[in-house]
């Protein structure tokens, strides 16, 4: 399977070097820090064990399901490492009764056998698409074979064994934007025959398998060729050129801190020759009066509101008070103070909500019936907004 892809690849991968070569400049790269060209991969698909009795049964029978997760680094555009968790699961046949054998399938004496797999291992990554043609972030199809080690478990059946194993794989990674490639890995995983208990002569074991998914790059994802670098063999007359601007910047701020001190003199000159002390407007007061034992504004007052309220915008610095009375001959003490409150609260509220005066500027004053400042009860019920200056 792996050769029959391989081939299929390879006239894709000749145009795809043809264009590299109009478009592309190759190496050589700087080495990007360590945090840079980082990516992560995870994929899923089939794999196939081979032992020394598995071609007693068919390849479709013996198909198994695979995982793959992987964390690496590009330490230049065609020289990359990788550390890969794979495996999941493997079928096959014993001849005889081995400790992952489950059940005798024939008179021969073969039994079927069903264990899971795990491979941790590092690889060493070579992208022939960049190797040759140069790095291209726009390339859509990347060959990237691999070799690598690690360390492989099995398990089945409540025991376990672990051997060394070394891979060779095929990685084939799709562009589906900067960020994101479609990968496809055709991995040999080769194994002590022991890795299944099988008894014999040390023989080697194959684990084949295929898988799809997606790899996430991380950034920094290009690299940057050696030649675009600009390399300056004798700066000297960039220093005394910055030098030489570094002393005219220095002049500049000196002239501005002069004219600046300059300016603020003549403003307080001409500050010194306006400051004629001009007499303050004095505003008149305004008188609202309400019915008897009632805090209701009429129209006609709102109305006169509104012209206080125009007068008043006319001085945001002057601040007001809304003096706010009920007349002694009629009710209590304590009954006046609350509807005295509700009076100056009334006109408040229209100058602030209606006619939008700063509230900063107002301030309640309720008297109750404690301060008459009319002669007659009817005169007293009454709210006075006074210019408190």
């Not at 999941?88 to 001849?95: D, I, V």
């Not at 060779?168 to 890995?185: M, Q």
């Amino acid at each position: 399977m792996i050769m029959m892809v391989s081939i299929m690849c390879l006239p894709v991968f000749a145009q795809d070097e043809t264009v590299i070569e109009i478009q592309n400049v190759k190496g050589p790269y700087v080495t990007n820090g360590f945090w840079d060209n980082w990516f992560v991969s995870a994929g899923g698909g089939v794999q196939i064990y081979f032992g020394d009795d598995d071609s007693h049964g068919s390849i479709g029978k013996r198909m198994a399901p695979a995982l793959d997760i992987s964390v690496g680094k590009w330490i230049t555009p065609a020289v990359g490492v990788r550390l890969q968790y794979s495996g999941l699961q493997a079928k096959g046949w014993s001849y005889g009764m081995l400790p992952y054998s489950e059940g005798n399938i024939d008179k021969e004496g073969f039994y079927k056998e069903k264990f899971n797999t795990m491979n941790i291992h590092g690889d060493f990554l070579w992208n022939i698409s960049n190797a040759i043609g140069g790095e291209r972030v726009d390339r859509f199809w990347n060959f990237v074979p691999y070799a690598g080690f690690g360390l492989a478990r099995s398990e089945g059946n409540g025991t376990s064994k672990k051997e060394l194993a070394a891979n060779l794989g095929l990685l084939h990674n799709l562009r589906l934007s900067d960020a994101f490639d479609i990968s496809i890995d055709m991995r040999t995983m080769f194994v002590n025959q022991r890795f299944v208990h099988s008894q014999g002569d040390n023989g080697v074991n194959v684990l084949a398998t295929v898988t799809a998914g997606l790899t996430y790059k991380f950034n920094t994802r290009g690299f940057q060729r050696a030649s675009d670098l600009v390399v300056v063999e004798d700066n000297t007359r960039y220093v005394q050129e910055i030098a030489a601007l570094e002393a005219m910047l220095e002049k500049a701020d000196q002239k501005r801190s002069v004219l600046e001190m300059q300016l603020k003199n003549v403003k307080k000159e001409l500050n010194d020759a306006n400051s004629v002390e001009m007499p303050v407007p004095l505003m008149p007061n305004l008188a609202i009066f309400f019915e008897i034992g009632k805090a209701d504004l009429t129209e006609k007052s709102v109305i006169n509101l509104g012209y206080m309220a125009d007068m008043i915008k006319q001085f945001p610095g002057k601040n007001f008070v809304i003096f706010a009375s009920a007349d002694k001959e009629t009710g209590t003490p304590e009954f006046n103070m609350k509807l005295s409150q509700k009076r100056g609260e009334a006109v408040y509220k229209v100058l602030v909500d209606k006619y939008g005066i700063d509230p900063a500027q107002l301030k309640i004053d309720a008297v109750g019936s404690s301060q008459q400042k009319f002669e007659g009860a009817q005169l007293n019920r009454v709210v006075v907004i006074e210019d408190k200056e």
